[in-house]
T-cell receptor
Framework: DGGITQSPKYLFRKEGQNVTLSCEQNLNHDAMYWYRQDPGQGLRLIYYSQIVNDFQKGDIAEGYSVSREKKESFPLTVTSAQKNPTAFYLC??????????????FGEGSWLTVV | GQQVMQIPQYQHVQEGEDFTTYCNSSTTLSNIQWYKQRPGGHPVFLIQLVKSGEVKKQKRLTFQFGEAKKNSSLHITATQTTDVGTYFCAGRGYQKVTFGTGTKLQVIP
């Protein structure tokens, strides 16, 4: 089946440790995104990539890093510099650029808890 | 910068009652999309509105885009328990997509 696969579903991390969330899509989409969702808040954009080997910061990029070495993969690293990393992280993709009105497809999300 | 607000934040309705959520942008939008997120799930695309004053229907759901393309609404007629979830709008402005804060709908059987 075509879709977006995120792993792990649940992750616990100790303070001071980096952690990488995996995101793989087989939809052949050019654009990929990472969003953060906190209770009672909307989706906030962390990073996005419109093409391989290129990515841009979103609204809350501090403490996060990404790479886009392959079209189908867009991993997110939550570094120790992220002051409040406990959240629900959603990876997403779309066929074209952000401004082109393309539907955004979401993965099932990863719950990260810092203990 | 572009801001998109949604009201109300929460809504409890008795099954069979109607429900409406409103989305308001600080800037003019090129289009707006609506998504539904079931409890414990991920957002799923519902619909896209592009034209000023556009109205679209999906069974019991009616979506409207304002004349000035700065606001939108989602109306559900005769809610059912399957409508439970959080409804998000996503407004596309210049070079940017901004999600609203979401409206969490609870339907009481």
């Amino acid at each position: 089946d075509g879709g977006i696969t995120q792993s792990p579903k649940y992750l616990f991390r100790k303070e001071g440790q980096n952690v990488t969330l995996s995101c793989e899509q087989n939809l052949n989409h050019d654009a990929m995104y990472w969003y953060r969702q906190d209770p009672g808040q909307g989706l906030r954009l962390i990073y996005y990539s419109q093409i391989v080997n290129d990515f841009q910061k979103g609204d809350i990029a501090e403490g996060y890093s990404v790479s886009r070495e392959k079209k189908e993969s867009f991993p997110l690293t939550v570094t120790s510099a992220q002051k409040n990393p406990t959240a629900f992280y959603l990876c997403a993709s779309s066929t074209g650029q952000v401004i082109s009105g393309n539907t955004i497809y979401f993965g099932e999300g990863s719950w990260l808890t810092v203990v | 910068g572009q801001q998109v607000m949604q009201i109300p934040q929460y809504q409890h309705v008795q099954e069979g009652e109607d429900f409406t959520t409103y989305c308001n942008s600080s800037t003019t939008l090129s289009n707006i999309q609506w998504y539904k997120q079931r409890p414990g799930g991920h957002p799923v695309f519902l619909i896209q509105l592009v034209k000023s004053g556009e109205v679209k229907k999906q069974k019991r759901l009616t979506f409207q885009f304002g004349e000035a393309k700065k606001n939108s609404s989602l109306h559900i007629t005769a809610t059912q328990t399957t409508d439970v979830g959080t409804y998000f709008c996503a407004g596309r402005g210049y070079q940017k997509v901004t999600f609203g804060t979401g409206t969490k709908l609870q339907v009481i059987p």
